[in-house]
């Protein structure tokens, strides 16, 4: 039948009669895709309305109906102008996994900032205290006096057993994990633990040998 018509259309058409197919065929795409939008949300509301669905599930149906059907649309179309699917789909996973890794990077920057927002507010600490982030009760946690603190992370300050400072930055978020211990005075210095070698070393109380009584 496009045959026909196209050995019917007059010389000059001819020329244009491929994309003048194309051009037709996007509108018709369109047309179709803007009336199953028109059936889809009055399904919706008609569903919404029988069952007293919340407003929220229904904006929510409405969008992911829309997305769906918009992106659908938009595969049809490209396919018109010659793009492949398999072109399209590869794209479109390499565009989700990118976004994906950045909105997580994102997320994490997020977090840090609006949890010290809430450090400013709450104030369970302030700037020079001596502060304890304890993983659990009968274990040592991150330890130190704070020195800095930004919309990222808290800078404490460590002092060693054998000497020595350190500086530990801990992120924002982490103060909202784990229970944190603050002395008002400055705590004592944790006893340095012995290495293997030092306890092998060691010899036990009484000399070093047990002693055997006989009766």
Known sequence: MLSNLRAQSPAWLQAWFGEFVVLLQVLLILLAA????????????????????????????RRIAG??????????????????????????????????????????????????????????????????????????????????????????????PRGGESLLRVPNSLFFQRATRRWRGEPEVLPAAATDGEARSTPPAGGGASAISFP
């Open 34 to 61: 803007f009336a199953l939008r028109w059936l889809l949300r009055r399904l919706i509301n008609r569903i919404a309305r029988r069952y007293d669905l919340p407003i929220e599930i229904t904006v929510s149906a």
């Open 67 to 160: 997305f769906l059907l918009g992106f659908g649309t938009l595969l049809l179309v490209l396919e018109r102008f010659g793009v492949s699917g398999g072109v399209l789909w590869t794209a479109f996973t390499g565009f989700a996994a990118v976004a994906a890794v950045a909105f997580f990077a994102a997320w994490s920057v997020l977090t840090n900032l609006f949890c010290a927002l809430l450090l400013l507010i709450t104030r369970p600490f302030r700037l020079y205290d001596h502060i304890e982030l304890l993983e659990s009760s009968d274990k040592p946690g991150l330890r130190g006096r704070v020195v800095d603190m930004n919309l990222i992370y808290v800078t404490l300050e460590e002092r060693h």
